[in-house]
């Protein structure tokens, strides 16, 4: 059974940057990819982005050219670098992986 544990959310101004972190533990050698749906108050979830195993990435069309999803394999930890962040990126971001596990989530809100 694999743990997902993210963190890294906050309050950020309009423009600004954040790294989120998802830390997997457990067994995790049969997971193909990794990434991130976010949830904005009163709304459905939502895709983000993923990487799979061997690296290859793909986004959803509001974040591309903004946000970055990488993996550090030696940590067992994916990371989603966000910039030039706007006022409807806020929402809860939750990590999860192909073998069905999510995390808790962690908090965005951008505002001035």
């Known amino acids: 059974q694999v743990q997902l544990v993210e963190s890294g959310g906050g309050l950020v101004q309009p423009g600004g940057s954040l790294r989120l972190s998802c830390a997997a533990s457990?067994?995790?050698?049969?997971?193909?990819?990794m990434g991130w749906y976010r949830q904005a108050p009163g709304k459905e979830r939502e895709f983000v982005a993923y990487?799979?195993?061997?690296?290859?990435?793909y986004y959803a069309d509001s974040v591309k050219g903004r946000f970055t999803i990488f993996g550090d394999n030696a940590k067992n930890t994916v990371y989603l670098q966000m910039n030039s962040l706007k006022p409807e990126d806020t929402a809860v971001y939750y990590c999860?992986?192909?073998?069905?596990?999510w995390g808790q989530g962690t908090r965005v809100t951008v505002s001035s």
């Open positions: 990487i799979t195993a061997v690296g290859n990435r």
């Open positions: 457990g067994s995790i050698f049969s997971v193909k990819t």
């Open positions: 999860y992986n192909s073998g069905g596990a």
